[in-house]
């Protein structure tokens, strides 16, 4: 495999409610808090935090805080796009973009998630492909889990570590 | 971040300074006494998590327990001995492209106040054992937790915390050469050494707040003469050495009295002051209420 292949990866997941309940799980933070972070925190261009429920906007900085880690583990990011609709795209690990987009396909809705521009170095190629692409199979499926049955799969205690669902 | 045993072969010295793509995590446990040779380190951090080892960086010995830590500058040279009962020796080197970029990036924020362009990459004045900042060092065992582990983005949250130590750390050289320039010495090897003695004796004071501290002890950690000592402190931060531990008692009392139900005399003498009248005068010249109402009005 020549080395550029490395530098993206895409996942789909097919989940059976409309595209406007799994966009507002994605754009909002209290939607991202239901499936995937402890804590979501979106800030305008001037600073000021958004409320849990108001749509994230283009331009948005974030950080985010994950169940089973103490506040020291945070991820910070900016929003690059936020259709309102049908695509949702941030900065993440590295600075690399990831694009959520959200179409139907035999009566479902696909969930496309593409993280691209992926370091491709001998060293940190495969840390970050395979790490990063495991780690949103999990959560995607957790996404899957909360609007289809409505069972949460992650892991909330700091106590318990090493486990795929934190 | 790259979880590795440490081994000599990893360290031996070739003249060449050492890079890293990556964060690397170096492990060493042992239970027999140790000698490991010099070598050329990369701007890294070293950690003992149980028993004590002693390091010889650059020249100069240092101590490490579990209650310290030691940031190394790039280039430097670095040996260490562990005694009869071994001891487990941690050293986080930091990715060298990143560390330049983050602290390029904090310096150029800070652009206005005029630090030399060489400046970023120049850890030498925060190159000293460092006593406070315990939480800095609760990190290194979630790191290694986190390198061996299977949890989903294991490797982007071990870079989180390694990011946020190397940002302190890049913060911490920011304040450094910012006190050290207001130190009255032409030779920048001067002005180095004297930081690091103000530095590692004020580092001392905050670990050491609640005993009894005298001004002749506080020179002998800095190895310098009473007065002279005296002097330097004040050039650098703006207080003597007693106003100082003033302060950091009276912070101290102050998150006593916010974060526990321990009774007035008891958090006065909690945080070093001898006598509670003394106490309650100081703190509310400095507040502007009685640590009573300090507490009442949370």
Redesign the interface.
Known sequence: MENDQWSQFKLRVNIQKDTDAVYHLWSTANGLERWFLRNAIFKDPDGNVRDGDSPIQQGDTYEWYWHGYPDSVVEKGKVLKADGYKVFSFTFSMDCPVTVSLYTEAGETIVELIESDLPTDETTMLKHYVGDSRGWIFYLINLKSILEGGVDLRNKKVELIDVITS | M?LKHLSKRHFVSTGDIPTF??HCLFLMKSQSPVDFPGYFTAFSMVAMLKGWGKFNINGSRVTLDENSFLVVNRGSTLSFTLGKSGGYVVILCFNTTLADLVARKIFFRKESTGFPASAPGDFSLVEHVHYENA?LKQ?LP?LI?LG??????????A???VR?ILEYIIHENYSAIQVSSKLKVVKTSTRIDLYKRLAITKNWMDSNHADPIKLDHLADISMLNAEHFLRLFKQAYGKTPYQYLKSVRLSHAKELLRTTDLPVSAVCHEVGFESISSFSILFKQCTGQSPTQFRGKI
């Open positions: 790259i793509p990556d939480s990190h979630a937790a061996n582990s299977c949890a989903s983005f294991h490797a982007l949250k870079d989180m915390i946020s």
